[in-house]
Each structure stands twice: as C-alpha cells, then as structure tokens.
C-alpha cells in the first residue's frame, strides 16, 4: 500500500486547505484511512478518519465542525477539507492505512503511512 499526500501549505487564520491522499495497492485487508497531526515534540495524533466498510467517520474535537472527509467514487484518494483554519491546526498531516474490524484512532495501530504534508497557519 502507498499512500501520497499533498494540498499542504501556509495560510491564514480564517482560511481554508483541501489535503489529499493518493492511495494505490489497496485490498480488502486496507479498509480504514485516516489523518493524523503531528507537531514537534508530539506524538501522532488522529485528526479524522473513515472505515472504509461501515462508513463510520470520527473526527477530533479540535476539528469537528471545521473538517470534512471525502473520497472520489472509485475510493482510491481520500480528502480532508479544512475550513477556518486555526494556527493550533499547523502540523505535519499524514495520511494512514490499515486493515480493522473497527474504526481504529491510534497512530500505532496503523501500519501504512505516507510521507505527510505540512500545513502551517498563522
């Protein structure tokens, strides 16, 4: 499984980013993906996900209200939209995958991930 983000970027407190991730090798075992923030001295920390099989979707209480998931029609790039983004949202925003029979929130559980995306807001 390779996964490819992109959309990151610098902007302004009010603002809006649309992050996308790029996934190929997919199977039926890689049925959840998801977003995870990182910022210096911190761990991974989940900012939304998606099972893939049930359609449950969780998204943090940072950004709950602000972020929106999508995937196109043939689920192979899943997006984050980010709107009135705040400067506590800058970080280093990967993008994760993995097989599960439930909607898995922690980094370590994840054994897929992509190289990330910086989003800087000031």
């Known amino acids: 499984v390779q996964l490819v983000e992109s959309g990151g970027g610098s902007v302004q407190a009010g603002g809006s980013l649309r992050l996308s ?4 090798g997919y199977t039926y075992t890689t049925n959840c993906i ?5 910022v210096t001295g911190k761990e991974r920390e989940v900012v939304a996900s998606i099972h893939g099989t ?3 979707t969780y998204y943090a209480d940072s950004v709950r209200g602000r972020a929106t998931l ?7 790039t899943l997006y984050l939209q980010m709107n009135s983004l705040k400067p506590e949202d800058t970080g280093m925003y990967y993008c994760a995958a993995g097989g599960f ?13 992509g190289r990330g995306t910086q989003v800087t807001v000031s």
């Open 21 to 24: 991730c790029a996934a190929s």
């Open 34 to 38: 998801g977003w995870f923030r990182q």
């Open 54 to 56: 049930t359609g449950k």
């Open 70 to 76: 999508s995937q196109d029609d043939a689920r192979t």
């Open 101 to 113: 029979g439930y909607l898995a929130l922690t980094a370590s559980a994840y054994p897929y991930w």
